[in-house]
């Protein structure tokens, strides 16, 4: 099946086999670059995600074979599994895309690699993202962090995170006058999705 074929048709449409050749092509040592990313990207629909393609993702985001785009696509694909699994909390594992377990694995193998100095800081930023769609402890003091980091991209990043974590008002209010559109497109995301009721009526 062609990986290309599967991104040019909505996920909806794919065929029984769509999650076999995304698996492959994530596991597979000799997928070409250009597909891994490919099949990152698209290995995040709920079509076919499950705890072995999370698996899979959670390992891709690992290798440092692999390039930082490559790596930060898989851990971002991750995101809407966390979030499912967060709003769901296992009450009906049928409505749940990835196992218990798999949830737990998951959000502890992206808290290591965001803590890992070794780890480029653009995936390290794309693990953030993809992490606080299920809100754990340690994202507050990391949001803080990437916040005063003297590095754009690293604010765009915590202004993101904002929407789902709360106790950055004050935050959000300071990114809503930034000259970066970027930031102050994530502020008003956060101000509005984020439940930052006194940012928001500003």
Not at 181 to 188: D, K, L, P
Request: hydrophobic residues 40%.
């Amino acid at each position: 099946m062609n990986l290309k074929r599967l991104a040019d048709t909505p996920p909806w449409e794919w065929p029984n086999g769509a999650r076999d050749t995304l698996l492959n092509a994530l596991t597979d040592p000799a997928t070409r670059d250009s597909d891994r990313a490919l099949a990152a990207q698209l290995a995040g629909d709920f079509v076919v995600m499950d705890d072995a393609i999370a698996n899979a993702l959670v390992n891709v985001a690992r290798n440092s074979r692999w390039s930082e785009d490559i790596r930060g696509s898989a851990a971002v694909a991750l995101g809407p599994a966390l979030a499912n699994a967060d709003t769901m909390r296992f009450d009906d594992p049928d409505d749940v895309l990835i196992s218990e377990e798999c949830f737990h694995r998951t959000r502890a193998a992206l808290q290591e690699l965001y803590r890992d100095p070794e780890v480029p800081h653009s995936v390290r930023r794309d693990v953030l993202e993809a992490s606080v769609h299920a809100p754990d402890e340690w994202h507050p003091n990391a949001v803080r962090q990437a916040y005063v980091q003297d590095d754009s991209s690293w604010r765009r990043t915590a202004v993101f995170c904002m929407s789902f974590i709360p106790g950055f008002e004050d935050e959000i209010l300071e990114s809503l006058g930034s000259s970066d559109e970027e930031v102050e497109r994530n502020a008003v995301l956060a101000a509005t999705q984020g439940g930052h009721v006194e940012a928001a009526r500003l």
